[in-house]
């Protein structure tokens, strides 16, 4: 059994992670509100864009001529795979991590194979969770949430159109964490590029009138709507932390007090056995001197 000593030092120190824990609960639930007004205001626009773009591509000839939205034979694979750049928000990272190599095992397992699939990691712990088990890493862009905005994200949104219609890449897919309320986040995987074309029983029956021409148009919103999904993205995985970590944080306070109730009750219990030896030892002296 442990000495009185050590178990009221585990006592003070238990009680100061719970107090880190709570702190960062608090923190994590402000971040979060933020996070959620933005990505509430985000996905509207983003939706209606998307399904426009999708519906104007697939009913026009500039929209079929597209580079944007070409579709040849997959050799080279790039996945963008989002997560935090830090820990303590119990599974979220890892789950990302399993989604993408469950989804190149599907897909792309021969192109993996012969060294063809690049993982793009929008995240630190991305990076090192993928690239700890052999995946070919291009970069790591960290510390991007902590200046989350458009103009940041239309620069990696450029590098990879660049790359898609340079050819080094056939398909470019996103996996990423949406918030589907506090404690629930769903991993979601989406086809950025060759954009897909909406199917013909969903097509819209809008006559849209283009100015100045559709050529113009279509070159203009297409890479315009894929910088948005890449916005979109990091906005739902950057909510969707905030509230993994809000509910880690809450259950290691949970534990922790759990774990103080039960140091506090073998602490009394140690403590009664040493007052109980110590009077049996007083007794035990009185009887022997009265002998």
Do not use: W
């Amino acid at each position: 059994m442990a000495s009185l000593k050590e178990v009221r030092n585990r006592i003070v120190s238990v009680n100061s992670t719970q107090q880190i824990t709570k702190a960062m609960k608090m923190v994590s639930a402000a971040k979060l509100r933020r996070a959620q007004d933005a990505i509430s205001q985000m996905r509207p626009y983003a939706k209606k864009l998307s399904e426009m773009i999708s519906t104007v591509s697939a009913q026009t000839e500039a929209g079929q001529s597209n580079p944007f939205t070409e579709v040849r034979e997959v050799k080279n694979v790039l996945i963008v795979v989002v997560t935090s750049d830090r820990g303590l928000c119990g599974a979220f990272n890892a789950n990302v991590g399993k989604a993408t190599m469950a989804l190149v095992d599907a897909k792309y397992a021969d192109l993996q194979a012969s060294g063809n699939v690049t993982i793009l990691p929008l995240g630190k712990k991305g990076g090192e969770y993928l690239g700890r088990r052999g995946y070919q890493i291009l970069d790591t862009y960290t510390d991007i949430f902590s200046r989350l905005n458009f103009g940041n994200v239309r620069e990696i949104g450029e590098m990879i159109l660049t790359d898609f219609t340079e050819k080094k890449y056939d398909v470019v897919e996103v996996l990423f964490n949406y918030s589907k309320n506090v404690a629930t986040q769903i991993i979601e995987t989406e086809q950025l590029l060759p954009m897909v074309p909406l199917a013909a029983e969903t097509k819209s029956a809008v006559d849209y009138i283009f100015e100045p021409t559709e050529e113009e148009i279509i070159q203009e919103l297409i890479p315009k709507s894929i910088k948005l999904s890449i916005f979109r993205s990091l906005l739902e995985s950057n909510a969707s932390e905030h509230g993994a970590r809000m509910t880690a944080m809450d259950k290691a306070t949970e534990n922790a007090g759990e774990l103080i109730k039960a140091l506090k009750l073998e602490y009394n219990r140690s403590r009664q056995a040493a007052i109980t030896k110590e009077i049996l030892e007083i007794v035990g002296g009185a009887e022997a001197l009265s002998a």
